[in-house]
């Protein structure tokens, strides 16, 4: 990466800066590789941040399925975090795994679980897993709230034969000569996925992130108090693909400890430790171990720790001077946190990261924990909350005594509840990564680069006034 025609005085956050175009011989956005090359065997740089608002393991799975990568969170009881490993795995990658609710459950359960949307839908089991058909997800706009679903259920079950379908262009030729827009697939009868016209097309564009024996991806977190390298033990025997090890100050000596407690366990794993947001921190976390470094202290949508402690730094110059030094010491960087449009992950990326995590983004998204909610106004939100608020703390130590919780929680900082609003237009994770691939291809194309290294080296960028920032925005409305 290279200023273009200015060099900084002061750190930068991404509203900073802007990318300049640069003479290009790429053709198309499709020629891009987005692959990220770190290790972890991702096929887009972006990874769902270790939140309980937004990894759990159905958003994991899909974003394994286009190529990203889920950190399930830290907090997790062990058996839970195992269990959710393990499910990850079990998912199909060809298909979407189904949502599949009791024909007793009524349109308003349905309904904290999935909108009513095209290109969703719901399967229907009964209690001894017989498949008893589909239901448009669609059609849960129309029907009473109390209604049962199993009532829903009208005419011939529409569905796919797995055996019918050897490719994704091939299932998207017969949704469009069957006039479906969702179906179950279904092997010997038995349900084994989901599949709508734009997945199908989906998996035309994209390539799963999958292991050595062809399951989904996922990575798992842990802290750095305790018997680390037992739990690090613990997540490779349930199927972790990369082991996150995880607290707020990346570079103190227990972090350090905790990174050579698991690299001599010699798992096989990619470690990446973190958060930080200097030079002197990569050095040391790298010769410790780590394989990929954390960055970012502050920038979250949840996080008030600047706000709090004044601790933090810029995220553009973080992530820039960070990822030179790790480039040197044959490592990597995540850029960790405040990207809230696409334009950022490019940014990010520029800077030198191999991949970007998002938190709250992908919080409001139909895959991610937690049920709908609606207010007064009928749109759909989740509920968001950061890791070192109250509600987390108490998520967190919920079998310590009452007096040890109540010290814990009298210093948590960080929001505890905040509505993400599903975006109408874009309420899957899936439709929030098309947007984000499609503009960073793009950025990709304006630098003539085909991949992450070549965008690396390629981007040139600008550092703007906030009227600059403001002038690159569209306008809702007339003026």
Known sequence: MEFYETSPVHDLTYSDVFLVPNRSAVTSRLDVSLAPGDGTGATIPLVAANMNSVTGPRLAATLARRGGLGVLPQDLHADDLDAAIRWVKEQPVAWDTPLSLSPDDSVAAALQRIPAVDGHGIVLHDDDGAYLGTIQAARLATALPDARLGDLLHGPIASLDAADIDSPRAAFDLMVAANLEFAPVVENGVVVGTLSRRSALRSTLYQPAVDASGR??????????????????SLAAAGVDVLVIDTAHGHQEGMLGAIRAVAALKLGL??????????????????AGADIVKVGVGPGAMCTTRMMTAVGRPQFSAVLETAEVA???????????????????????????????????FAGTI??????????????????WGMAS?????????????????????????ISSSRIYLDPLRPSLEDLLDMITSGVRSSFTYA??????EFHERALVG????AGYEEGKALPVSW
Do not use: C
Request: charged share 25%; hydrophobic share 45%.
């Open 216 to 233: 989904l991806r996922v990575a798992a977190a842990i802290g750095i108090n305790g018997d680390v390298a037992g739990k690090a033990r």
């Open 270 to 287: 990619p470690i990446v430790a973190g958060n930080v947001v200097t030079s002197a921190a990569v050095r040391d976390l790298v010769e």
């Open 463 to 466: 550092i703007q006034s906030a």
């Open 390 to 414: 109250t509600k987390a703390v108490r998520e967190r130590f919920d079998n310590l005594d009452p007096y040890e919780l109540a010290r814990k929680t009298l210093f948590a900082e960080g």
């Open 448 to 453: 003539g680069a085909t991949t992450v290294n």
């Open 327 to 361: 480039r040197v010491l044959g490592a990597h960087v995540w850029a960790d946190g405040g990207v809230r449009y696409p334009r950022d992950v490019a940014l990010a990326l520029a800077a030198g990261a191999a991949s970007v995590m998002v938190g709250s983004w």
């Open 367 to 384: 895959e991610a924990p937690g049920t709908l909610n609606t207010d007064a106004d009928g749109r759909l939100y989740k509920e968001s």
